[in-house]
Every structure is written in structure tokens, then in C-alpha cells.
């Protein structure tokens, strides 16, 4: 019974012993890390994650102004439309120089045609 008695104190100290260490051990490392270098900002991935928010946010601007160049459009604004259209194609511009994949992807809306007063004549058909 002695004997007994005895493996159990021994276990429940190592069972002490395991969660001490546990317990330490998730604190150590903490304590010894290195101060900040700044290396992060010049890696590929920092650099990655850079371009992928300007190119969401070009993206977000672009939206935008096609929101408001069909809104333009729907009010027969020319002038309003024709500005529109300036600024989405240098956004798009701006995002394909810096290597935005949906840039190279996109097409501009078609400009504004004049109003025709009479409608153009067939073709192949003959007239007297």
C-alpha cells in the first residue's frame, strides 16, 4: 500500500512538473522575440499585398465612375459623360501601368454618338 501511495505523489508531481512547463514555456518565446527590422516592408509579399489594395481600390474607383457615367447617360449628359469617360480610362491606365490584371481585362463603355437627324441609308439596297 506504501508502494502504491508512493507512484501516485510521484505521478501527480509530474503531472505538476508537465503543466509548469507547459506554462513557461508559452511565455518564454514571447519574451524572446526580436525586435521589428523592417524587412517585412521590403519583401515581395508586403510588396504583393500593397499593389493588391491600390488595384482594389482603383478598381472600387472605377465602379463608381461607370455608376455615374451611366447615370449621365440615362440624363442625356454629354458633358457629364464625356468627363466620366476621361477619368475611367485613366484610371484604367493608371492600374494596367501597375500591373492590375482586371485593368487589362475591362473595356471602356463606348463614347456618346452624336444624334442623327435622319436614319443612315441600307446598305445594297438601290435607290431611284
Known sequence: ???MSRIRSLLAVLVAAACVAVAV???IPDAQARPNDGR???SQEAKRKKLQNK???WKNSYDNLGVLFDAAHEQHDLSGMST???A???IQDQAAKAGCGWA???VLPAPPLPQQTAPPPLVGTATR
Request: proline share 0%; hydrophobic share 40%.
Open 1 to 3: 500500500m506504501f508502494a
Open 25 to 27: 514555456g508559452s511565455v
Open 40 to 42: 517585412y516592408k521590403k
Open 55 to 57: 488595384c482594389d481600390d
Open 84 to 86: 466620366y469617360l476621361i
Open 88 to 90: 475611367l480610362s485613366d
Open 104 to 106: 487589362k481585362r475591362v
